[in-house]
């Protein structure tokens, strides 16, 4: 995205400025929010404009910025020109706040500095950047397209991130998410597998898995998947925290999972590879996948915010995305204040707008022969949910192909249905052979209609009732295994029923997280404030197994109102990221109990 905004600018300006030179300043995207790269067009005596693009990497929301500066010599230090950025920019959906003239981020507070890349000031006054650029890895040991043969290359749809390569004789799985729900009890598939789906994954000869996320990592999936063929190959990402983290507490005996270095070739077999790559917003969750088959690429961005820092191969033969939105806890789980039912519903929509234009101009811009969107066929399906599945509208499928048919014709779009299969190589050689994409059979069942909720809430509903909750230590226990602290944030928290009103037998108590005390009320220091409604299963299942806050917060398994409406990056990315990957030990606790 800032080759594109770069290039934008430099159309825009550079042709009309002839004598001018121009420099670059660009911030680290990993280190921040928001990624943004400033273009200054340097006079000898003077910097007459500065035009700032601002692109948030949490949402994509792209903001621009002008400011006219009043003279500073060409001789300044880059210091000193740094000095003219007084702005301070946000973002409209996380409401990121970055102080340009000081690069240190104010909102969220105490989270990110931006590191500035190296700037030499050349010899006619003006700055270039250096910057490193490496050969993009997917480059290397590069192969010719060979012909494919009908019926030689299938990739099948099976439900949300699920997809079944086949490539000759070898069958390969992404994501298999076949049953139960996701994030707890919040999220539940939309489609309906195949009724072979099962079959295909026990007899896949490789799986990758994208992320931890449990609409990607599915454990009662793996779990079915795990008494037939235990030694699978699967195939995750080095990621900081490991994708299988969970897997011992799971008790799920998967035996073959190896971890593979980003930006490497995997040889499968003489004609089929592949390489995993890195999000650059979420290093330590989210990774993408290149697939070559005889010289022909398959692109799975999956969730990934910022893949590869923005850097994908152009021209590949077919891409996959997701699309939908509403995966995220906020607006939807938020109240008091402006949060609303019907603000609510208008920040939705406009996302929604926002999210199809930036995926449509991403595909333009990368031009695959071949679009799919795919990993956003969720529901929020249980009756309790009824409210958050009736506001939290996602984008279709079909508006984003229709769009991307707008405004790129040459690129041919696939809107799947599960079962449905895409000859690739039939649909290269002839984009409008109707033959080139299966459709599954007319009575074939393509939404579900009923899901088994009961067994697996009652999973949830076992925490409830465990030992350790009988004694009000395990607060102080479990938070002081957390490892959350120094940071000056009071938060309460409420146990509640299916409704968010205060269970009976659910705690209500206070964190101090600048001691990590539990006081009575809240202290008298100026503090920033907030309040926690848990679903009481959905929360002590979450202590009792040590598991992550992605099930409460994305799963929309809470009600959360902050004082001031801040967010807080580091509290947030701890309980979702950084938790110890060994669980509380409840043993002991209920020795010393």
Known sequence: MGNLLRDAVEEQFLTALVGYSYRIRTYKPY??????????????????????????????SLLCYFEQTHGTSSKSKPSEAKQHFKLTVKCTKHN???????????NPPDSF???????????????????????DPWLADPREPEELQEGEVKVTYITHACMELQFGETRFMFDPWLKGPAFARGWWLLHEPPADAMDRLCSADLIYISHMHSDHLSYPTLKDLAKKRPDVPIYVG??????????????????????????????????????????????????????EYKG?????????TRPNGGKLPNNVDLMMSDFAGGASGFPMTFF????TDSWKETFIKNERVKLLNYKSALVKSLEPKIYCPFAGYFVEAHPSDRSIRETNIKNSAENLNARINKVAADIKTWTPKPGSVLDLGLALRDPTNRAAITDPPA????????????????????????EIFKHKSWIQFYYSWAGFKNYNL?????????????????????????DLSFPTARPGREHFYIEIKNRISVMRSTVLHGRLWDDLYIGFQNQISRDPDIYHHKFWNHFQTELPVSAPGWDEFLQQA
């Open 490 to 514: 009071v938060m309460r928290v409420i146990e509640t029923k299916d409704d968010f009103e205060p269970h009976a037998g659910g705690y209500d108590y206070l964190v101090d997280f600048l």
């Open 31 to 60: 280190k921040c929010p928001l990624s943004y790269e400033v273009i200054s067009i340097i006079k000898k005596e003077r910097i007459p404009i500065v035009k700032a693009y601002f692109l948030c990497c949490m949402c994509k």
């Open 296 to 304: 022909h690429m398959i692109l799975n961005t999956v969730d990934c």
């Open 238 to 291: 080095d990621t900081s925290r490991p994708v299988f983290w969970y897997l011992e507490q799971s008790q799920v005996p998967l035996t073959n999972i190896n971890v593979v270095p980003f930006g490497v070739w995997l040889n499968v077999n003489k004609h089929l590879r592949f390489m995993i790559l890195m999000d650059d917003v979420h290093p330590e969750v989210d990774t993408c996948l290149i697939v």
């Open 443 to 466: 009575n074939a069942q393509i939404y579900k209609d009923k899901w088994d909720f009961d067994l697996y809430l009652n999973e949830l509903n076992n925490a409830i009732g465990s």
């Open 96 to 106: 990121w706040k970055l102080n340009l003239s000081t690069m240190k981020y104010v």
């Open 336 to 339: 008091g204040g402006k949060y």
């Open 113 to 135: 500095l931006q590191d500035e890349l190296e700037i030499e000031i050349m010899d006619d006054g003006g700055l270039q950047l250096v910057e490193l650029s490496p050969v």
